[in-house]
């Protein structure tokens, strides 16, 4: 006899690392409404709940090989490739960053917990999102985990550039979400559905030639709204601030978080959702791909402040990212291989500088870090082998993820965007290396002074720096990886 359980797709393993995280909310609150709670105490539990997430997420590698690509709770929640990359993602985006915004949360004293409440929750929306088959399912894990992220950036009251940072994040991000929402209320009105499957379906029911203008403007601006998340110009002018304005602590974690999630979402809507009309969007691609690679590369020619300078470096980042999910199956391969070395070096990048400017910091002038490797050897040399990876030199990650994503646009004669690429990352030398100029190189009388690193942060960035040489010298795991991920779309 067929159980309602049964009827209605409910299967706890599949929400697992999401229940996980709010589990350890739940801990964390009654550690601090109930009862006293030392800080140690908040830390670890914090710790055990991220590693039981991603216990929880190896259970899901186990009811993918059981029961294959599924849906559960009435097709809400699709338990996928992308899903299972995307939900380890963020696991070791929370484990990686675990070290910078515990020691900015502890400086907080007064919101300890609160800053760690709106990590988790963050994450446990992305993981939502991630999950999620029905596109309004997608825009709540959407929307709990940006709004915890708005929160985040204005955390450091004190602070007027980061309540500006936090202001102006919340103002763009509504926006983005009023025309996320929109886009599926158009899907919605055309076709009479809500899904990611559904829409495949559908257009593939109906034929691609007979799909209706509302259907087009719909799926346009579901993607506007993801773009804004990941930063992609014309949608990037919120990036600089909120990285300047926030807790430098922080950023590592909110750039990579929203990120990731919202890459392999695109990646999933251009392989399931988009496959039989993928050429219609072929100029809207391009559009913003050239748009981004050319405003990034502009406006990080200009600036003074690191902070400032990464944010347009991911405005880059996203171009290059985006080329290659519009570019067929591999392409979303190479792109996914881009994602995993960028976050690395992203997490590497934004660790050295809570260490050099403080946890707390919104200001980061290229001039503090003026003489580093005077006193500061280690440092200097992990920062500069993410740097050189963001440019995409030989030996390190950046290059091969480079190379796999030009080639792959070469072979489907995308000829001007390999051109606009090359360009750019020619271009992208100048600054990129001008920070490990001033850091190593440059004669400075006000060299920084040597700097207490303590092990958690030498063995972060020992790891971090490894795996970026590593996937420039051995990709071929990583490139596996990926490519399981899209195979059965082929």
Known sequence: MTTVSEILGINYVVIAPTLALLLTVIVLL?????????????????????????????????????????????????????ALVGNVLVGMVLLFTFNSFWKTSELIEDKTTEALILILMSAS???????????????????????????????NRGDQLSNEAALKYFLLGSLASCIFVYGIALIYVSLSIIGVYETSIAISFIGPDNVPLTTFVGLILIIVGLLFKVAAAPFQA???????????????????????????????????????????????????????????????ANQSDL???????????????????????????ASTFYLITYIIQLIGIFTVFSIISGQLSSDFQISNISGLFKENKFITITFSIFMLGLAGLPLTSGFVSKFILITNLWSYERYILVTVLMLTTVAGFYFYLRPIWVAAVEKTENV?????????????????AALTIYFGLLPDTLVNITRWMVEGYL
């Open 307 to 333: 902070k400032r300078l990464i944010a347009y470096s991911g405005v880059i980042q996203s171009g290059f990212i985006l080329s290659g999910i519009s570019s067929g199956v591999y392409g979303i391969s």
């Open 448 to 464: 920084v002074e040597k700097i207490q690193v303590k092990n958690s942060d030498k063995l972060l960035l020992g790891a971090l």
């Open 125 to 155: 929306g992305f993981l939502l999102m991630i999950d999620a088959e029905n596109f309004i399912m997608l825009f709540i894990g959407l929307e709990i985990g940006s709004i915890s992220l708005y929160a985040l950036a204005g955390l």
């Open 238 to 300: 919120w990036a600089p601030d909120v990285y300047q304005g926030s807790p430098t602590g922080y950023v590592g974690y909110m750039a990579t978080v929203a990120k990731v999630s919202s890459f392999i979402v695109l990646a999933r809507l251009v392989a399931v959702s988009l496959t039989f009309i993928i050429d219609q969007f072929d100029l809207f691609f391009g559009a913003v791909v050239i748009l981004s690679v050319l405003a990034g590369a502009l406006f990080a």
């Open 30 to 82: 009654f550690c601090t409404i109930t009862i006293s709670t030392p800080m140690f105490v908040k830390k670890y539990v914090s710790f055990v709940g991220i590693l039981l997430t991603l216990f929880t997420i190896f259970l899901k590698f186990g009811l993918f090989l059981t029961d294959g690509v599924s849906s559960y709770f009435t097709e809400k929640i699709l338990l996928d490739e992308f």
